[in-house]
């Protein structure tokens, strides 16, 4: 099995997915190999870091989160070897092709990646949308093995099948009041590591997200155990905004049609730790059965 996340930023994987990717971890062990991709730089976002420092301490700090998440963590890179710039992420010919290329050198089972906001009034950061545009547009092209020959030279006289992955949009904080999902998978039993991995990044949690004013985290958290207490607070936010009830802690998701188009037994099946269904459950396998034509 073979997992992929994509995203904008250093920190958005941990927020999102972390949970689900450990509790994927333990149900496969070496089975399981899982991918995190950042698509920009991280230079932006910082109070008092220049930029080139900013980029270096972010970089740093995911790496710690891979240390500990055991995943593999990469840069996105365009075609000319540059990493895309934070905070103007653009939809353009060098994003397609570097996601492309990306997505078809790893073929995996599963891609993770920011939703499409659909509400006009919701509010979006630059770089989620960008990122979830680019990996919708790029789907189908998955297959097409010389889509972008130019930028990636290849023999086009050969060529062979790459797997499509199923897409799954996961939760987006900037998107208040818009987030929707269709199924939650519990990760209480892995919130330690969610809690750990989320701690390597001190200069969001401690520096730039207090100073800025966003995501409820006023003063900075002095120790681990108050920024666990704190992560859950989170969490309780999010399934209130959501409407998940109960003590469990959850990550959600939705699918998409961009990729490969599943079954509802092959999610119930392939997904660890899933929770019970609910109405939005039973939405989504009337939508899978439509899509596939059933």
């Not at 961009?258 to 396998?285: F, H, K, Y």
């Amino acid at each position: 099995m073979r997992i992929l996340f994509i995203h904008a930023h250093f920190d958005d994987y941990e927020f999102t997915a972390a949970g689900t990717f450990e509790m994927w971890r333990r149900k496969l062990g070496p089975q399981l190999r899982a991918r995190v991709i950042v698509c920009t730089d991280g230079q932006a976002g910082h109070h008092f870091r220049t930029r080139p420092e900013t980029g270096r301490l972010r970089l740093k700090e995911q790496r710690a989160s891979a240390r500990l998440g055991h995943y593999k963590f990469e840069l996105l890179r365009y075609p000319n070897g540059r990493v895309p710039r934070e905070a103007c992420l653009a939809v353009d010919r060098d994003l397609l092709a570097a996601l492309w290329k990306a997505i078809r050198d790893f073929e995996p089972d599963y891609v993770f990646c920011p939703p499409l906001p659909t509400d006009p009034l919701a509010g979006v950061h630059v770089d989620h949308v960008a990122v979830a545009e680019a990996v919708r547009k790029v789907a189908y092209m998955i297959n097409v093995p010389h889509a972008f020959t130019p930028e990636y030279p290849a023999d086009e006289r050969r060529s062979r099948p790459c797997k499509v992955p199923v897409i799954l949009n996961t939760y987006d904080g900037y998107m208040h009041g818009a987030n929707a999902y269709d199924f939650a998978v519990e990760v209480t039993p892995a919130f330690d590591a969610i809690a750990a991995m989320t701690w390597c990044h001190q200069s969001q949690i401690r520096e730039w997200i207090p100073w800025v004013g966003r995501h409820h985290l006023a003063k900075p958290p002095s120790t681990p155990e108050e920024w666990s207490r704190l992560l859950r607070q989170r969490f309780a936010r999010q399934q209130r905004d959501l409407g998940i009830r109960g003590k469990c802690l959850a990550e959600v998701f939705s699918v998409t049609a961009w990729g490969e188009v599943p079954t509802a037994a092959q999610l119930r099946a392939d997904l660890p730790a899933m929770l019970p269904s609910t109405s939005s459950w039973t939405r989504l396998q009337r939508r899978l059965r439509r899509w596939r034509g059933e």
